[in-house]
């Protein structure tokens, strides 16, 4: 891919695909294992633009460095998944998961690729077909030290996310009331029905991967959860934080999805590792 079909494929809205007429809103079940652990109680919400805003800065830093030297271009380091032909319309995880990887995911790897300096990043894919779930998976590879996950999106089948199961769970302000209104409800959170479920889903996750930063897509609409410093606690709450993006808002320019995930990326990429002082810390040009 060239540099302009790159960048004009980041800056593009995704193709209007068409949703098969029986991939309709459901209620998910999840295993026995997940229904024990806890979902979030509340969310704070954070605004979209800024992840978006991360994804502009690291494009004009790549403008910049294109300009000033023609770096020589590294062999393509993205994991060897297999990409199969796209079906009509799309119907399950498998579908939206394809189609992520060839209309947008692609495209942000190569571009994280271009700008790390000490190491590359590689995908793997980890599925579920009982609990309804696919993990697209991003690890670091430093050119010196042990690869580490630093992000994980998961990929569900079209409509099955709804931003009114998360709207009661958001604080805009009052961080504290919301985690006692939570705590006072039976389930303990203020999520319902599938959100509720895929966070716990994300919560049982994140132990395994070790990672602060999670989203979940179902080709219509993203959901980012940042759970860097997480702390339900009474007194001083920290909430995971939800940007919400709408893919049906999506417009020619600086609000589409490539930027969104560039963004979450490049943040989950940055981030301290505090508590693995010895893992070695991406940098970009």
């Not at 998360?166 to 961080?175: K, L, M, N, P, Q």
Request: charged residues 30%; glycine residues 4%.
């Amino acid at each position: 891919m060239t540099e302009k079909s790159l960048h004009e494929a980041i800056f593009s809205p995704l193709p209007p695909l068409a949703v098969h007429k029986d991939a309709v809103y459901r209620r998910v079940t999840v295993n026995n294992t997940t229904t024990r652990v806890e979902a979030f109680r509340a969310l704070k919400k954070e605004d979209a633009e800024i992840l978006m805003k991360l994804g502009c800065d690291l494009l004009e830093d790549k403008k910049e460095d294109n300009k000033k030297s023609k770096k020589k271009k590294e062999e393509n380091k993205l994991s060897g998944t297999a990409i199969k032909q796209l079906p009509g319309t799309l119907k399950s995880e498998a579908d939206a998961m394809t189609a992520s990887i060839l209309y947008f995911l692609h495209h942000i790897n190569l571009v994280i690729n271009q700008k790390l300096q000490n190491g590359h990043i590689k995908t793997s894919l980890e599925s579920s077909k009982s609990a309804m779930r696919t993990d697209y998976i991003w690890n670091f590879y430093p050119k010196t030290g042990n690869p580490f996950p630093v992000a994980v999106l998961e990929i569900k089948a079209p409509n099955l996310l709804k931003g009114t199961e998360f709207a009661e769970a958001i604080a805009d302000t009052g961080d504290r009331n919301k985690v006692d209104r939570a705590s006072g409800d039976r389930s303990s959170t203020l999520l319902l029905y599938n959100a509720r479920e895929f966070t716990q889903q994300l919560r049982r996750y994140l132990k395994k991967h070790n990672v602060q930063d999670r989203a979940i897509i179902d080709w219509n609409y993203l959901a980012i959860i940042d759970t860097d410093g997480l702390l339900e606690d009474h007194q001083n709450p920290v909430l995971a934080r939800l940007a919400w993006f709408d893919r049906s808002r999506e417009i020619q320019g600086d609000k589409s999805i490539h930027l969104m995930m560039l963004g979450f990326l490049y943040r989950a990429l940055n981030r301290p590792r505090t508590a693995n002082p010895e893992l070695t810390r991406p940098q970009f040009s």
